[in-house]
């Protein structure tokens, strides 16, 4: 009887420690705090970040920031979900959605030994500041998407062709 090779299953991946994480926070100047869940909430430029870091979603941890916007009428509504997706298009990082009318916005960070985290976490959080900037704009000036969604379908009805054109 033959047996079938099997491949090692691969370590666990760990999530770095919290001490750790909040070590690193301070040392950027941060204050965070440890909230009732366990998610680690500290403040940056005026917004509130919270950091959740589940060992059941380990190799991953979930910065946002919640409560960035919050849609009235059902005009507005629009606007605000026009404006989440030109976030969501243009960035790579961060994502805009929505739960009962309120716009937050979200970074899945890859979690590693906490020595190399720290400039993942940071370029995390300016990401989320430049989506929240772009966000509020595009609600406040929704012509910015309407320019963005008409460049995309002039590129998109037009192909590319590698040919110069033909000249006489």
């Known amino acids: 009887m033959s047996t079938v090779p099997v491949a090692p299953l691969p370590a666990p991946r760990r999530t770095p420690d919290i001490s750790q994480i909040c070590a690193l926070l301070e040392q950027e100047g941060f204050k965070p705090e440890l909230d009732d869940d366990g998610d680690l909430v500290f403040r940056c430029e005026g917004l509130v970040y919270l950091l959740?870091?589940?060992?059941?979603?380990?190799?991953?941890?979930?910065?946002?920031?919640?409560?960035?916007?919050?849609?009235?009428c059902p005009r507005e509504h629009s606007d605000v979900m026009h404006a989440m997706d030109f976030v969501n298009r243009?960035?790579?990082?961060?994502?805009?959605?929505?739960?009962?009318?309120?716009?937050?916005?979200?970074?899945?960070?890859?979690?590693?030994?906490a020595s190399s985290w720290a400039d993942a976490l940071l370029r995390c959080i300016r990401a989320l500041a430049?989506?929240?900037?772009?966000?509020?704009?595009?609600?406040?000036?929704?012509?910015?998407?309407?320019?963005?969604?008409?460049?995309?379908?002039?590129?998109?009805?037009?192909?590319?062709?590698?040919?110069?054109p033909v000249t006489h």
């Open 52 to 72: 959740s870091i589940d060992e059941h979603d380990a190799p991953w941890g979930h910065l946002l920031v919640p409560f960035v916007w919050e849609t009235g």
């Open 90 to 113: 243009r960035s790579k990082r961060v994502k805009a959605y929505s739960v009962h009318q309120r716009v937050h916005l979200s970074v899945w960070l890859p979690m590693a030994p």
């Open 130 to 164: 430049d989506a929240r900037t772009m966000l509020i704009n595009a609600i406040r000036l929704p012509e910015l998407v309407t320019v963005d969604q008409a460049r995309r379908a002039n590129a998109a009805a037009s192909p590319a062709t590698s040919e110069p």
